[in-house]
Nanobody
Framework: QVQLVESGGGLVQGGGSLRLSCAAS????????MGWFRQAPGKEREFVAA????????GYGETVKDRFTISRDNSKNTMYLQMNNLKPEDTATYYC?????????????????????WGQGTQVTVSS
């Protein structure tokens, strides 16, 4: 069984930065794609970013492209999300997730249904 634990959330002013981390335990996740999603109150869970197991391929949601950067360190079993130029509309609970269904070197998915394991989430609040 895989456990995913997010950290790094908090309160930040608009224009500021945060770095989220997602630490995996229970098994090595270096062979699997991972992703970040977010959910604001009353809204559906939204794709933020994803990365292939190799790190060679990444994808971003349109609203965060050019502001957020996803990365991973397979030696630490950890994934990251660097968030810059944060806006109030980025306020949400951020979840990391693990996709064990496709081990292609360049594979990643933007669909929530592709991910079998999810963390508990970390809250990000951006003030105006």
């Amino acid at each position: 069984q895989v456990q995913l634990v997010e950290s790094g959330g908090g309160l930040v002013q608009g224009g500021g930065s945060l770095r989220l981390s997602c630490a995996a335990s229970g098994r090595t996740v270096s062979s699997f794609a991972m992703g970040w999603f977010r959910q604001a109150p009353g809204k559906e869970r939204e794709f933020v970013a994803a990365i292939s197991w190799s790190g060679d391929s990444t994808g971003y949601g349109e609203t965060v492209k050019d502001r957020f950067t996803i990365s991973r360190d397979n030696s630490k079993n950890t994934m990251y999300l660097q968030m810059n130029n944060l806006k109030p509309e980025d306020t949400a609970t951020y979840y990391c997730a693990l996709d064990i269904n496709n081990q292609g070197r360049y594979h990643y998915s933007s669909r929530t249904t592709s991910y079998a394991y999810w963390g508990q989430g970390t809250q990000v609040t951006v003030s105006s």
